[in-house]
C-alpha cells in the first residue's frame, strides 16, 4: 500500500469493528503486508512534547516517529486480506534504533512491513517492523511485537525476558488520569477501545481501560538521559496492563551509556521494563 497522506484512522476503525475474521493461515502463516507514505512531522508534536514530558525542541523524541507510523500499521492490521481481527491485537515489547537525530523540518520516508508470524503458548505473536529514511539515509527503525488470541498457541509455556537488576535507581510516582488513554488517542489516533473509556475495555476482557504501551515508553524516555543521545537503542517488555486511573512507581538507573528501567503498581509486580542504551558509530 502506497500512501500520499496518512489513511484515514476512522475508516480503518470502522473495517476493525465490523470485521468478522476468523484466524485463517495457510501453512505457512502471514503472507507479507507493507505500507509506505512520505510526510513531514505533524503539527502534535509539541502536544506529544508535553503530554509525554519532553523538552520543546525542533529535535524529534525517539518515540515520535512511531506515532508518525502509528494510521499505517493500523492500515496493515485491517487490509482485507489480513486474516487476523485488530480488535484485541495485544503490543508484547518494542525495540527502537535510532542512528542519529531527526529534525522537525526534514521528509521522512516511512516503510512499514509484517511478513510471517510464530505460534506461541497463548496464540499468535507477529512483529510489525518500521523503517524511517531522510534522503535515502536509514535513521530511524523498530520492531512492535504483536500477539493475537484469535488463533489457537501450541499451549507451550516460554519465559518471559528477565527484567534487568537495577542498582541504585531514581524512583518517583506517577499518578496517570483516567482520561490519559483519550488524550493520547487524539496525538497518536491510536484509538483501539481498550483505553479509551472502562465500558469498552471491559468487553476485551479489562477490567477498566489501560494505558497505551507506547505513551508509557514515551514518559520514560523523557526520563531518560541516554535517551537524548543522537543514537540510541530502546528496549522495552509490556509485561503487565497499567490500568487507569492509577499511580505507578517508575524507576530507572545505570550510566551515561546505559540505563535500565522498570514501572511496578502498588502491589510491586512489574508493569513494563526495559533498557535504554548510547549508540556508537557503527550502529551497534
Known amino acids: 500500500m502506497e500512501f500520499k497522506r496518512p489513511p484515514s484512522v476512522w475508516w480503518c476503525l470502522i473495517k476493525a469493528i465490523f470485521a468478522r475474521k476468523k484466524g485463517c493461515f495457510t501453512e505457512n502463516g502471514l503472507s507479507r503486508f507493507e505500507a509506505n507514505i512520505s510526510l513531514k512531522p505533524s503539527a502534535s508534536l509539541s502536544n506529544y512534547q508535553s503530554l509525554c514530558g519532553f523538552p520543546e525542541t525542533r529535535v524529534l523524541p525517539v518515540t515520535y516517529p512511531h506515532v508518525l507510523a502509528g494510521p499505517l500499521h493500523l492500515a496493515l492490521g485491517t487490509h482485507k486480506n489480513f ?83 537495577l542498582e541504585m535507581p531514581k524512583s518517583e510516582s506517577w499518578r496517570l488520569s483516567g482520561n490519559l488513554g483519550r488524550r493520547y488517542a487524539s496525538l497518536s489516533k491510536d484509538y483501539n477501545p481498550i483505553h479509551m473509556f472502562a465500558t469498552l475495555a471491559k468487553m476485551f476482557g479489562f477490567r477498566s481501560q489501560i494505558a497505551h504501551g507506547m505513551f508509557l515508553l514515551g514518559k520514560v524516555a523523557s526520563k531518560s538521559s541516554v535517551c537524548q543521545s543522537g543514537a540510541v537503542k530502546l528496549s522495552v517488555v509490556f509485561q503487565r496492563p497499567v490500568f487507569l486511573p492509577s499511580t505507578t512507581m517508575f524507576r530507572i538507573g545505570g550510566s551515561e551509556n546505559n540505563e535500565v528501567f522498570d514501572m511496578t503498581a502498588k502491589s510491586g509486580k512489574v508493569q513494563i521494563h526495559g533498557i535504554a542504551e548510547v549508540l556508537n558509530v557503527s550502529g551497534k
Do not use: F, Y
Open 83 to 165: 486474516p487476523l481481527p485488530a480488535m484485541g491485537l495485544v503490543h508484547a515489547s518494542n525495540t527502537i534504533t535510532q542512528h542519529r537525530e531527526i529534525m522537525a523540518e526534514e521528509e521522512l520516508d516511512i516503510r512499514c512491513w509484517i511478513d510471517g508470524s510464530r505460534q506461541i503458548g497463548i496464540g499468535v505473536e507477529m512483529d510489525i517492523n518500521t523503517q524511517v529514511l531522510v534522503a535515502g539515509e536509514l535513521v530511524w527503525e523498530s520492531i512492535s511485537t504483536i500477539v493475537s488470541r484469535a488463533v489457537p498457541g501450541d499451549g507451550l509455556k516460554r519465559d518471559r525476558p528477565a527484567r534487568p537488576a
